[in-house]
């Protein structure tokens, strides 16, 4: 059921998701360039401090199509506190940490509670807010939330070079606390009426191992060896419980996901547009950081302001995205900032000189950030507010899964070429065909929509956009 609320209760709901999805951004980008000074406080090489990383982005990606639907299913103001009180324990079980095993288990914990926090909080904001504003709303709570991304590099880079890299830590819980507070005080509760207080404990055994070894393969299986044993055994125990999966949820009466989710062609679009744009975002920032580290020489902190200018614009691109959503079509937007993505990951592979190289990053983190957040934004306008949760977490499990897994492919390239290219010519090579699936995925989404128009199916697109914003 949809909960009346307040001008007061609306922004103290927007301003506790905002916050916390602040954090969880922050923190999602920060600890990559501490890496190094966690593996030397502890001994341990880099590829043991690598599970940093690797159990943080397993447990996120096993949470967000459970999180959302517990949201759902059973009060989505209960969800996000569990889940912000999960995430601020984790952030001062890292802080304190003493060895590397304890860190992972803790942010094993930060991975549970964020997996829960970000569905539910876009869920929370399209249940609080009214048709005419909930784009605005969204656009802005992730303009706030990818200030974040633009501040995880050089905080990240800052405190491993000064004071430490448990000071992320130690400014990531008491952040969360603040929105936990605001939480508690202000977000009005809902759920889907249409669902019975009990969850499809076999759908989420299913789809939490399914992920769970494909995230674990994907984090991996450099390390290991694409061929190696472990890696094609995880990769086929994924494949085998996804397909009971699928199986249970077409028999389930009442389904984890409803598998009608896609046979909604717009949802299905703007999913996949968001999805491949965001593939292009993690491996722009991967590929990124080594050429700015590895070919320019610069230190952490320097690499991570240089990061500012796109993140910026990233950070801009949320609100953006709620201006343009009473004028464009939804799909019509995730095909723009996929032009823009896909070119500016191309013409950033030609361009060394600094005066040029800044200004086309930034061009870059602006087209990549539109086509994932509008993503969030859009697949709430096709959806009814009672399952909000179960369609935001399904996104964000393609977008970090498959974020994952473009990541995991830009290293195996990268790899792969290094013998016969330099580092620069390789990380060129992979920007270059990474920007070019993104300029076929955005010509794939307009034909697509073309064919919809043509069969009468959508208004076309001289037809003004519906001011509640939801997709035709």
């Known amino acids: 059921m949809r909960a009346e609320s307040s001008p007061a209760t609306r922004t103290g709901a927007f301003i506790a998701v905002a916050v916390a999805l602040f954090c969880i951004q922050l923190d999602f980008f920060a600890l990559n360039l501490a890496v190094p000074g966690i593996a030397d406080e502890y001994g341990v090489t880099a590829s043991a401090a690598q599970w940093t990383l690797s159990a943080y982005m397993l447990a996120i990606g096993c949470c967000f199509i459970v999180g959302g639907r517990v949201g759902d299913v059973f009060g989505r103001r209960g969800a996000l506190l569990a889940g912000m009180a999960l995430f601020a324990a984790g952030s001062v079980g890292c802080a304190l940490a003493p060895g590397l095993w304890t860190l992972v288990g803790a942010r094993i914990v930060q991975g549970v509670g964020a997996g829960f926090v970000f569905p539910v909080s876009v869920s929370v904001i399209s249940n609080a807010f009214p048709d005419t504003t909930r784009a605005r709303a969204l656009g802005a709570a992730f303009g706030i939330a990818n200030v974040g ?26 952040l969360t606390l603040l929105a936990l507070t605001v939480a508690y005080a202000y977000v009005p509760d809902s759920r889907d009426p249409t669902a019975p207080r009990q969850l499809d404990l076999t759908g989420c055994l299913t789809v939490v191992c399914s992920l769970a070894a494909l995230t674990l393969a994907v984090e991996r299986g450099s390390a290991w060896g694409w061929d190696h044993a472990r890696t094609l055994t995880l990769l086929a125990f994924a494949a085998t419980a996804g ?4 199986r249970r949820e077409r028999r389930a009466r009442h389904p984890l996901i409803d598998l009608r989710l896609f046979r909604n062609t717009p949802y299905v679009l703007v999913t996949g547009a ?37 993140a910026v614009l990233v950070a801009l691109s949320g ?15 995730m095909a723009l900032a996929g032009a823009v993505a896909g070119t500016g ?3 950033l592979s030609h361009v060394t000189a600094w005066w040029l190289y800044v200004p086309v990053f930034a061009w870059c983190g602006l087209g990549l950030g539109l086509g994932w957040t509008f993503a969030s934004v859009a697949t709430q306008q096709v959806v009814a507010p009672e399952r909000a949760g179960e369609a935001s977490g399904v996104l964000l499990t393609f977008l970090v899964t498959l974020g994952g897994v473009a990541l995991a492919g830009a290293a195996a390239a990268i790899t792969a070429m290094t013998p016969e290219r330099s580092p620069e010519a390789a990380y060129d090579a992979v920007l270059r065909f990474g920007g070019a699936v993104i300029l076929a995925a955005s010509v794939v989404v307009m034909a697509v929509r073309h064919r919809l128009v043509a069969l009468g199916k959508v208004p076309p697109l001289g037809s003004r956009a519906p001011h509640d914003g939801r997709l035709p």
């Open 149 to 174: 991304t633009a501040l995880g590099p050089f905080v990240g880079g800052g405190f491993t070079e000064g004071p430490g890299w448990r000071w992320i830590f130690w400014l990531l819980a008491p």
């Open 243 to 246: 397909v009971l999966f699928v």
């Open 274 to 310: 968001g999805t491949v744009t965001n593939m292009g975002y993690a491996v722009t920032v991967f590929v990124s950081t080594l050429y700015l580290q590895q070919v320019r020489g610069l230190s952490p902190l320097t690499a991570g302001v240089v990061f500012l200018a796109p």
């Open 319 to 333: 609100p953006l995205g709620a201006r343009l959503s009473p004028h464009l079509r939804p799909t019509v937007v």
């Open 345 to 347: 990951m191309i013409a």
